[in-house]
């Protein structure tokens, strides 16, 4: 059974940071490229980072690049997005994707909210 499970969401003030983790089962994890997207309220899902499935290449959105880190340990079948710099329209559900060609697996989201 495929299981990805994000956690590490929460309050957090402006200026603050946060670590997402995403565990993964059931599927071969070291094959398949990982991403983190974030949905806001009355917004598009958007692909916040993507990191490919050894670790090797990373790409970010504009909005979150150099306050945000997504890494990959493939050993313990996790993928974590790093958030520094937390500003309040960083707040959104933050889903973890796993994509292998036309496969592709979606976690249940953790709710980040930045607010004072």
């Known amino acids: 059974q495929v299981q990805l499970v994000e956690s590490g969401g929460g309050l957090v003030q402006p200026g603050g940071s946060l670590r997402l983790s995403c565990a993964a089962s059931g599927f071969t994890f070291s094959n398949y490229v990982m991403s983190w997207y974030r949905q806001a309220p009355g917004k598009e899902r958007e692909l916040v980072a993507s990191i490919t499935n050894s670790g090797g290449t990373t790409n970010y959105a504009t909005s979150v690049k150099g306050r945000f880190t997504i890494s990959r340990d493939n050993a313990k079948n996790t993928v974590y997005l790093q958030m520094n710099s937390l500003k309040p329209e960083d707040t959104a559900v933050y889903y973890c994707?796993?994509?292998?060609?036309?496969?592709?697996?979606w976690g249940q989201g953790t709710q980040v909210t930045v607010s004072s």
């Open positions: 994707k796993a994509n292998w060609f036309l496969v592709e697996y």
